[in-house]
């Protein structure tokens, strides 16, 4: 089952640059940065309330993200929606005809379990899923 939106990713050129918008302009809490070196980003977290924002910033020129930029400029990258039971989830959607990127979970920001649909399933929005891992709250 779908609980809850629990972050939109957000690609920028660079955290540092970014960030002040959502602190200082919107009064919003900075958490903590991550490096995920696999998908070649750094993620800042952003405590937005019920939902998280997620600046990604592309460590090297042939991360996605860099691509994403390259293609679109900077703005909304991923809508992350939170699962449980994450394997099952994909499999559900895969039985129903959705395209999926990722048919097994890998693990994303925060150390989550995430996959990724392909957008052409859901209106060229890139959509994520998202378990947490079992030591972390739900947003
Ligand atoms: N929004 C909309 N469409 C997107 C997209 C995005 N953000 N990213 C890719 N696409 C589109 C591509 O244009 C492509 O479309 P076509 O098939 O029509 O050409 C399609 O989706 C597939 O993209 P691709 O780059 O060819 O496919 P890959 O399998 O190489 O990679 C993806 C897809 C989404 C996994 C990768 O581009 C990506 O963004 N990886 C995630 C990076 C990231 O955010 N990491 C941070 C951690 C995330 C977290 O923990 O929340």
């Not at 939106?5 to 919003?28: D, K, Q, R």
């Not at 809508?79 to 039971?85: K, P, Q, Y």
């Not at 925060?110 to 079992?134: D, Q, R, T, W, Y």
Request: hydrophobic fraction near 40%.
């Amino acid at each position: 089952m779908i609980k809850n939106v629990n972050h939109i990713g957000i690609a920028v050129n660079s955290i540092e640059t970014a960030l002040p918008f959502y602190t200082e302009a919107l009064g919003l809490t900075f958490e903590a940065v991550e490096h995920v070196a696999e998908q070649r980003v750094r993620v800042a977290f952003i405590n937005a309330g019920n939902c998280k924002l997620e600046l990604l910033e592309p460590t090297s020129p042939d991360s996605p993200v860099a691509k994403f930029i390259e293609k679109r400029g900077e703005g909304i990258h991923h809508v992350a929606l939170s699962v449980e039971s994450i394997e099952d989830r994909i499999q559900e959607m895969i039985e129903k005809g959705i395209p999926m990127i990722d048919k097994k979970s890998r693990v994303g920001a925060g150390g989550a379990n995430i996959a990724f649909m392909h957008p052409k399933a859901s209106n060229g929005v890139l959509v994520e899923f998202c378990e947490k891992a079992a030591k972390q709250h739900d947003n």
